[in-house]
Nanobody, 123 residues
Framework: QVQLVESGGGLVQAGGSLRLSCVAS????????MGWFRQAPGKDSEFVAA????????YYADSVKGRFIISRDNAKSTVYLQMNSLKPEDTAVYYC????????????????WGQGTQVTVSL
């Protein structure tokens, strides 16, 4: 079992920045690939970013590429999502997710989920 707790969400003006954090517990973090997904009201869950166990590989959705950066600190069992140049369309609940071993970009490939943190971007 893996427990995930997100933090760092909030209200920000368009063009601003936020950094989300997700602390993991319950298994060896360095063996776990991590991802961020988001869900806006009335929309399906959307892949945002993912990072491999060893920090060697990262994937991004086209909608956030060049603006968001995913990173991890295995010593702190924490994954981060630095969000820059935020747009109103980035407004959503952001979820941290974990899976064993290989990096993935599909919702169905992740086994463990956090409770989510709300990000609201105003004009």
């Amino acid at each position: 079992q893996v427990q995930l707790v997100e933090s760092g969400g909030g209200l920000v003006q368009a063009g601003g920045s936020l950094r989300l954090s997700c602390v993991a517990s319950g298994r060896t973090f360095s063996n776990t690939a991590m991802g961020w997904f988001r869900q806006a009201p009335g929309k399906d869950s959307e892949f945002v970013a993912a990072i491999s166990r060893s920090v060697g590989t990262t994937y991004y959705a086209d909608s956030v590429k060049g603006r968001f950066i995913i990173s991890r600190d295995n010593a702190k069992s924490t994954v981060y999502l630095q969000m820059n140049s935020l747009k109103p369309e980035d407004t959503a609940v952001y979820y941290c997710a974990a899976r064993s071993w290989a990096i993935a970009t599909s919702f169905d490939e992740y086994d463990y989920w956090g409770q989510g943190t709300q990000v609201t971007v105003s004009l």
